[in-house]
């Protein structure tokens, strides 16, 4: 499958992104010990075992810094890596694949991460009919290669900001009077594309929703047999979505309960950066 990010948002981010890390007078490390028409081969290669995503926000950074780069993907995001497996060859001026590595490796090194955890979630309930999803739980302004590295890691996408989709959570539904007027409020108000989900944590709140109608059902902090009696109860006329105490060792069994969804906030939030190195030669 090919993964694809939106190259605008790619350039936007790494430039200011090597901005932050070259400051106002640039690479002095570098600049003072490395000559200027030193010339370097590189490799970037796994340390750990993962799943790989991010390929071109680190193309960009060697790019944007230096065009004279050139950077030769040997694997494309979604990939499965082993220790010791190279997925990239850098060549160029030395000082320039060195001012930019750590940009490219950060973006490497956490988008694998994010697609390495949530591909251990999909391993989990490959059994049943369940998706993995995401949440908004993202790092600020980054949240669209979080996202991404979701989708390489077998993952899909909730909504990406609180202006694409309807989620009525339970605050709202408390200051709305109930789930009824809650729902009705918010389909009044709408367009006739955009859907609605609302989130309940009790039965007698699904049966009002069953009754009033919704595209999709959050059901929140309910335990498995819960969830069973819930997705028995919406019998397949909405779309049923489980969330709240969500980790590797219970997302099986939540996912044996029929629920179409279930979303992991620990997919951006928690991940941990996959080691991914660059081993440099200099000519």
């Given at each position: 499958m090919t993964h694809v990010l939106n190259p605008l948002l790619i350039d936007a981010?790494?430039?200011?992104?090597?901005?932050?890390?070259?400051?106002?007078?640039?690479?002095?490390?570098?600049l003072a010990t490395i000559p200027a028409g030193a010339t370097a081969t590189a490799e970037i290669a796994a340390r750990k075992p993962g799943v790989l995503a991010g390929m071109a926000l680190a193309r960009a950074a060697f790019r944007i810094y230096d065009p004279q780069v050139r950077f030769e993907a040997l694997h494309e995001d979604g990939a499965p890596l082993e220790p010791g497996t190279a997925v990239a060859r850098v060549e160029g001026p030395a000082r320039s694949v060195?001012?930019?590595?750590?940009?490219?490796l950060n973006y490497l090194g956490r988008l694998?991460?994010?697609?390495?955890?949530t591909?251990?979630?999909?391993?989990?309930?490959?059994?049943?009919?369940?998706?993995?999803?995401?949440?908004?739980?993202?790092?600020?302004?980054?949240r669209a290669f979080e996202k991404y590295a979701v989708r390489c890691g077998g993952?899909?996408?909730?909504?990406?900001?609180?202006?694409?989709?309807v989620l009525i959570k339970d605050?709202?539904?408390?200051?709305?009077?109930?789930?009824?007027?809650?729902?009705?409020a918010a389909k009044a108000a709408i367009g006739h594309l955009v859907k609605v989900e609302i989130e309940v944590d009790r039965l007698d709140q699904l049966a009002e929703v069953i009754e009033e109608g919704a595209d999709v059902v959050l059901l929140d902090n309910m335990a498995p047999d819960l969830l069973r009696q819930a997705v028995a109860m919406v019998a397949g006329r909405l779309r049923t979505e489980a969330s709240g105490g969500?980790?590797?060792?219970?997302?099986a069994?939540?996912?044996?309960?029929g629920v179409d969804m279930i979303s992991v906030g620990a997919l951006t939030h928690s991940a941990s950066v996959l080691d991914l190195g660059l081993d440099i030669r200099i000519a």
């Open positions: 981010a790494v430039r200011a992104a090597l901005e932050e890390d070259l400051g106002r007078a640039g690479d002095i490390t570098t060195l001012s930019s590595e750590r940009v490219a694998s991460g994010i697609a390495t955890l591909a251990a979630y999909v391993a989990r309930v490959a059994h049943t009919q369940a998706r993995i999803v995401c949440t908004r739980k993202t790092t600020p302004g980054q993952g899909f996408n909730h909504r990406f900001g609180l202006d694409d989709a605050n709202h539904i408390a200051v709305a009077g109930g789930v009824v007027p809650a729902l009705r969500v980790n590797l060792d219970t997302v069994a939540i996912a044996e309960t």
